[in-house]
């Protein structure tokens, strides 16, 4: 038997026992042997019994386990350790900046000797605005186009604000290199002097400056609503260089701030103040704000405020089809006998800031369209005959469609062709076209900033429109006035540091104060990111 089963008797076998039968011998003694001899079968024979019984009738207790021979393991000696190298202090020496004055660094980026105001803390990818908002964008439902941006490799409309599309702006067109720290000095300025609840006040910023020393001037709260457009212009000085209120940044409460108050003024309705000034810039402020951050909750207070803008707009009188019947904008209410020029290019713009962040702007721009073309053409009566590289246009300051007259104020030649010519690039014209040349033309010739101060005002949408128009302008108008505006920049050890002064600067409105020269100052110093430069190409 195989002696490692557990389940196999340990007995021996029994001994065959052999009777054998003496001859001769005696018969009572054997007999006397049979007792013993059967006695001792059977003891054997119960054994053997009892020995079957345990092995094949018994079954195994499922929970009773098979022995288990116990080895013991010698302890293992413990390894020694081997001694560790000890370790050399380093020899390069590590210096950790301090944070102190800023949350996020500020990088100031410098292609071929070109300052840049690209901060660290903006965003280096993204995509900030309507993805087809670049060029040839659609107007509207009825598929007309807009030139913005042609020929860009952009992702969105305001992706030249942010990471790779603005440093390569910076390196073609900024040939300033004082832009950038102007830019920053400004933004800075405007952070001082925002109230507790967010808004730019008029007449009463400078009490936010904590500087020592002499203190900003208060300006003018004209018509009461002058707040609600310094605050908006303030915010897009902000979003001008690729800040947000989502992302961490060194404004993102600042920005934060400005937008819930801006909020805060807009009527059920969804109207910004009472006029068409203001609350197109409120709307572009607020459009612009939901297309770089992707903040849900200023989608309805942006679509209201764009359906406004085409409430307010005036209808064309000759229109057979009411759906396509609007024009421009006067100060409030929609009227076709007086279509200012100065509303409308605000409107205008709000709307093409709208369409880039994706909200519905109907048919507004189509309609803005037919007014820009009635318009010049009502004021250059020759319009046929001009040269697209050396004529010289005009755009006048109302136009009545009634009459089809255009007009200016007090009687004069109005200089308002900046306004023209920004909404010609906005509404489908390309550089080489006559239209936008010859207009530039005239920029050039009449409205040349020689020193500061200068209009303000003109100086923005020049500045845009020159850009726009391409390197036959811009080149000689970049550097000139960008190096003007940063030297007239206020340097001062106290509380106008970073601010341009107001007085001097001639246009409507311009008492509104310090607010608003430095928002127009900074602004046009920041358009070679607001928007990409068009193509040089006729519009067929």
């Known amino acids: ?28 003694s054997r007999l006397a042997a049979v007792p013993a001899w059967l006695f001792s079968f059977g003891i054997h024979g119960l054994l053997v019994a009892a020995m079957a019984a345990l092995v094949f009738t018994k079954k195994a207790d499922p929970d009773e386990l098979p022995p288990i021979k116990v080895i013991v393991i010698p302890e293992m000696q413990k390894e020694k350790e081997k001694e560790k190298p000890a370790i050399k202090p ?13 949350i996020n660094p500020i990088e100031i ?32 439902s009825t598929g007309a186009f807009m030139a913005i941006g042609a020929s860009s490799q952009s992702s969105g409309i305001f992706s030249n604000r942010v990471g790779n599309g603005r440093k390569k702006i910076s390196g073609a067109f900024a040939s300033s290199t004082t832009r950038g720290s102007s830019i920053l000095a400004a933004l800075r300025w405007f952070k001082r ?18 500087e020592e020393g ?57 109207l910004f103040g009472e006029r068409n000034y203001e609350h197109a810039i409120a709307t572009m402020a607020i459009v612009e704000a939901y297309a770089m951050s992707n903040d849900s909750r200023l989608r309805v207070p942006g679509q209201k405020a764009v359906d406004i803008i085409l409430s307010r707009q005036a209808a064309d009188p000759e229109a057979k089809d009411a759906a396509y019947a609007g024009l421009g904008w006067d100060y409030v209410a929609p009227k076709a006998t007086r279509i200012d020029t100065s509303v409308t290019g605000w409107n205008v713009m709000a709307l093409k800031s709208a369409l880039g962040a ?51 104020s007090g009687g004069g030649e109005s200089k308002l062709a900046c306004v023209g010519a920004i909404c010609a690039v906005f509404l489908g014209h390309h550089a080489g076209d006559p239209m936008l040349n010859s207009l530039c033309n005239y920029i050039m010739e009449k409205n040349f900033p020689k020193s500061y101060p200068t209009n303000t005002y003109y100086l923005y949408y020049n500045t845009m429109a020159v850009f726009q128009a391409g390197d036959k302008y811009w080149k000689q108008w970049d550097k000139p006035v960008s190096d003007m505006l940063a030297n007239s920049q206020r340097r001062d050890d106290n509380c106008f540091n970073g601010s341009w002064d107001y007085e001097g600067t001639g246009f409507h409105g311009h008492d509104t104060g310090r607010l608003l020269s430095t928002a127009y100052a900074c602004l046009s110093q920041e358009v070679i990111w607001r928007y990409t430069q068009v193509i040089d190409t006729k519009v067929q």
């Open 358 to 408: 994706g909200f519905n702007v109907g048919n507004g721009l189509e309609g803005s369209k037919r007014w820009l073309e009635r318009t010049w053409k009502a004021a250059n009566p020759e319009w046929k005959t001009l040269d697209p590289y050396t004529g010289v246009s005009v755009f006048p300051y109302t136009y009545d469609a009634t009459t089809d007259k255009a007009s200016n």
């Open 90 to 102: 380093s020899e390069l020496s590590i210096t950790v900046p301090e944070i102190s004055d800023i």
């Open 214 to 270: 002499a203190k900003c001037e208060p300006g003018k709260n004209q018509n009461g609503n002058a707040d609600i457009a310094c605050t908006a212009y303030a915010l897009m000085c902000f979003q001008g260089m690729g800040y947000t209120h989502t992302v961490h940044n060194t404004y993102r409460l600042t920005m934060e701030k400005g937008i819930d108050w801006l909020l805060s003024q807009q009527g059920a309705d969804g």
């Open 109 to 140: 980026v410098v292609v071929e000797k070109v300052e840049s105001a690209q901060e660290a803390d903006v965003p280096d990818d993204g995509n900030p605005g309507r993805s087809d908002a670049v060029a040839s964008v659609e107007m509207g």
């Open 193 to 210: 002097h925002q109230s507790p609840n967010g808004m730019w006040d008029v007449d009463g910023y400078q009490v936010n400056c904590l």
């Open 1 to 28: 038997m195989n002696a490692s089963s557990p389940f196999e008797s340990q007995e021996q076998p029994v001994e065959e026992v052999v009777i054998e039968e003496a001859d001769g011998g005696d018969q009572p």
